[in-house]
């Protein structure tokens, strides 16, 4: 695998340029608007990859991610208001630097931090998928079972404040996962006679009800809300001496959220929280942080775009989504016709090296579109609500019946987007309940096939050594997010009874 | 509109529990196919439905330990609007077809229900102009570009 040797003609053609192009655009755009972050963004846009090329597809959606998570910070640094969750750490220091009468230079700090971080993010990305990959296909059934339960447990137990309700979020995923027909025997699975459910339920449609639809209704209780925007100094610039003084951060930062992103139920908005602590942490001036210090700009801006890289990797090597973003990448995948995972690194390698290429490119490509277009986003900020949100709506229904021409999976969506919105009130996790759905039918079919073929011995997960690893990884991850929740306990405890 | 929170948890927790069963019994006939493997396709569904049901059970006790609070529905006869809305747009578009004609009427609504203005001819007319550029848009990128029969 020789990254050297890839035809570079492939990733320079007119459709994969302007796939690049467009996610950037429509990145910065759905990453401003609060509320709406590159999961919804790259849900939305799922429908106009179907007739695509596969490398301009993937293109257009991890384009998308990027310029979404610098998108997020506009809103923070001009409105106050995160565009997504992981432009919150930015708000603490780009707000108070915006209302000292400087927007465009706190803007100016996030679009280059952003950037640093996502040529970071991709090249970390280069580096760690192409050995990961040659390890990777040397796993077999069990150790594909193990990664994927692995991934859920990491999930389940990161992502939500209430772990039983997590963990019936996985196992409600994975039940979903086993509806339609059954890949050994091709007996209907819980179909109950319905032959639209005969292939599953549809991922896009539960994807797009899930994240967008749920959205919408969250977005209906703040109808009426209307942003006013700073208009002035919004020119996003700032000098190399300025750049020189956030250098430090931005790249602590970029490696903090590329090796965070890799971590399945992580991503973006802890790296970013990390990134921010660790810059106040080696600060000189710590006590600046919160009033406008460009260092608390600059590393949860680069942690968050060198996240995006890191998510993809456990995605390309494993073909394992460990966030609800890369979920619906894999989705892009699948629609496509190709699993990804390490036997694509050998099937297609012009593929998965144009997608190195292009999301190194998409980084660049942010930057400049960023730079001189941010003011324009920052002004489209005051869109009301009212007007948005019948838009999002309408577009999500199309985007699920265009996936295949069925009204069926539209039914689907809209009762995903009402499960999704109490579910969310009522703390249940919805990145479980996809992730697990997504990879539920990965989990069964390896299990099955590592039982069938052990003849029932279920001692084969012990006598390989890449299961033993992983297997020892696991219970190494169960004991410590047992200690960390024992731990919030007692703490907690001991604050109410002080 | 506000919401028990230990209610509404524990209305789920029964709602999954019962979906749970629903799948562990409906999987009997699974059960006797393949009876030579050491694994049928009944196995993994009933594992999962019988976890889903214990991790139920636990949900329900640490709910109980919690302190009860409300779950803020905010604009809530909004979301029942939008629901109502969205299933009789769902459901003419399946019986009867006309989508453009029927999105646009779907947007109107929708755009004037929501609409914070008073004047209601202004509002009903801009509503008109905005679902009027959505539908064309739509009918540009996914009817002639993108090839999708609605």
Redesign the interface.
Known sequence: MDIFGMDFSVLFTWECLFAILLGTLYGLFIGALPGLGATVGIALIL??T??MEPLSAILLLVSVYQAAEYGGSISSIVLGVPGTPAATATLLDGLPLARKGTPGKALGYSISASAVGGVIGALILMTLTIPLASIAVQFGDPEFFLLATLGLILVAGLSSK?L??S??SV??G??LG?IGL?G??G?A??T?GSLSLLEGISMVAILIGMFAISE??FM?????KRYVTEKKNLKTSITWKEFKSVFKSTIKGSFIGSFVGVLPGLGAGPASWFSYTEAKRASKNPENFGKGEPNGIAAPEAANNGAVGGALVPLLTLGIPGSPATAVILGAFLIQGIQPGPKVFESDPDLIYGIFLGFLAAAFVMYFIGKYTTSLWARMLTMPN??L???I??IA??GV??SH?N?FD??IA?IAG?VA???K??D?SLPSLILAFILGPII?TS??RT??LS??DLTVFLTRQYSLIILAIMLLLIIAMISTSKKQKNRAENLNLK | MNLSYKIATYVSLVLMSGLALVFYFTSSELATLQPNQPISPATFPRLVSILLVITCIISFFTTMKKENEEVDLVNFHFVIYTLLALILFIMVWQLAGYFYPLSFVFLTVLLYIYSDQENNVKKLLKSMLISLIVVLLTYLVFGMLLGVIF
């Open positions: 429908p106009v179907y007739t209430d039983p309700k963990v019936i196992l409600l994975l039940l086993t059954d050994f025997t007996a699975r819980f109950f919408v209704l209906l209780g703040e109808l009426r009212f007007v949100t019948p838009i709506l309408f229904l199309i019946y265009a021409m009204i539209v039914w809209a009402l919105y109490f579910l009130k009522l249940f069964e299990l099955r039982i069938s003849g029932g």
